[in-house]
């Protein structure tokens, strides 16, 4: 039977956030940010694994107590996430078959009810799919002044989240050969294959932590948590 693996890309330094230890380590609520992430992974009944994905330079992982059922360590992380992603999948050694949910490590106030419906949505499926938004503001694009060149119909805009959820086989074959700067998600390395991912609604709450401003709004939702 197929196996379903969460797959955690957890080798970013966090640039953007501009703290001394990369985000994913921060302390939120008590834990580190990413122990939400995998705690939540790891209570989803369908998912047999969660793999974390770390730098070999990864100073912080083992400070930290995971205790976390299901959890294993990958310390194959590279230099995109993409290139984290494809590492960590030649580690698991998958069959072609088994289900790979790749979710980014800072997305830590995702909630079972979506990874069950993005799986409940997804079993069945030929290729696969991943949690999204539809886009619910009127979108500009920008001259490079910063003023508005033109407004977007957001008809059939949607954000892409995380988790992404596709067949071991086809995200090894989408990831093998592209070029890492050229795609920010598994999705668009599949659609390079000419397959089309299934959108499935997120929520609004599954936001990457991105910049410090975040971890207010990060806190908040997780307090208001009873369990995961
Ligand atoms: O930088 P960004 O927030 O887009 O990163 C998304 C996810 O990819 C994060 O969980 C980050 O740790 C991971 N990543 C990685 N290896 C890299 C760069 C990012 O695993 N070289």
Same mark, same amino acid.
């Given at each position: 039977?197929?196996?379903?693996?969460?797959?955690?890309?957890?080798?970013g330094?966090g640039s953007r956030f501009g703290a001394?230890?990369p985000k994913?380590?921060l302390?939120?609520?008590?834990?580190?940010l990413?122990?939400?992430?995998?705690?939540?992974?790891?209570?989803?009944?369908?998912?047999?694994?969660?793999?974390?994905?770390?730098?070999?330079?990864?100073?912080?992982?083992?400070?930290?107590?995971?205790?976390?059922?299901?959890?294993?360590?990958?310390?194959?992380?590279?230099?995109?996430?993409?290139?984290?992603?494809?590492?960590?999948?030649?580690?698991?050694?998958?069959?072609?078959?088994?289900?790979?949910?790749?979710?980014?490590?800072a997305?830590?106030?995702?909630?079972?009810?979506?990874?069950?419906?993005?799986?409940?949505? *997804?079993?069945?499926?030929?290729?696969?799919?991943?949690?999204?938004?539809?886009?619910?503001?009127?979108?500009?694009?920008?001259?490079?002044?910063?003023?508005?060149?033109?407004? #977007?119909?957001?008809?059939?805009?949607?954000?892409?989240?995380?988790?992404?959820?596709?067949?071991?086989?086809?995200?090894?074959?989408?990831?093998?050969? #592209?070029?890492?700067?050229?795609?920010?998600?598994?999705?668009?390395?599949?659609?390079? *294959?000419?397959?089309?991912?299934?959108?499935?609604?997120?929520?609004?709450?599954?936001f990457k932590v991105t910049y410090p401003r975040d971890l207010a709004l990060a806190r908040?939702?997780?307090?208001?948590?009873?369990?995961?």
């Open positions: 039977m197929a196996r379903m693996i969460a797959l955690v890309p957890a080798a330094s001394p230890s994913q380590y302390q939120l609520n008590g834990k580190p990413m122990w939400h992430t995998l705690a939540t992974l790891a209570a989803v009944p369908g998912v047999d694994e969660v793999a974390v994905v770390v730098s070999p330079q990864d100073e912080w992982f083992d400070g930290f107590d995971w205790d976390l059922p299901k959890l294993s360590v990958r310390r194959v992380g590279g230099s995109s996430r993409a290139e984290s992603v494809a590492n960590g999948l030649a580690a698991l050694a998958c069959a072609e078959d088994d289900w790979v949910l790749v979710h980014d490590a997305r830590c106030c995702l909630s079972v009810a979506a990874v069950e419906r993005l799986i409940a949505a *997804l079993s069945g499926h030929a290729v696969g799919g991943l949690l999204a938004l539809p886009v619910p503001d009127t979108v500009k694009r920008a001259d490079a002044d910063g003023h508005v060149a033109a407004t #977007v119909p957001r008809n059939g805009l949607w954000l892409a989240q995380t988790p992404q959820m596709f067949r071991a086989g086809v995200l090894e074959n989408a990831l093998r050969g #592209v070029a890492a700067e050229d795609i920010t998600d598994e999705a668009a390395a599949v659609e390079r *294959l000419g397959l089309k991912p299934l959108l499935v609604e997120g929520d609004a709450q599954n908040a939702i997780l307090a208001a948590r009873e369990d995961y």
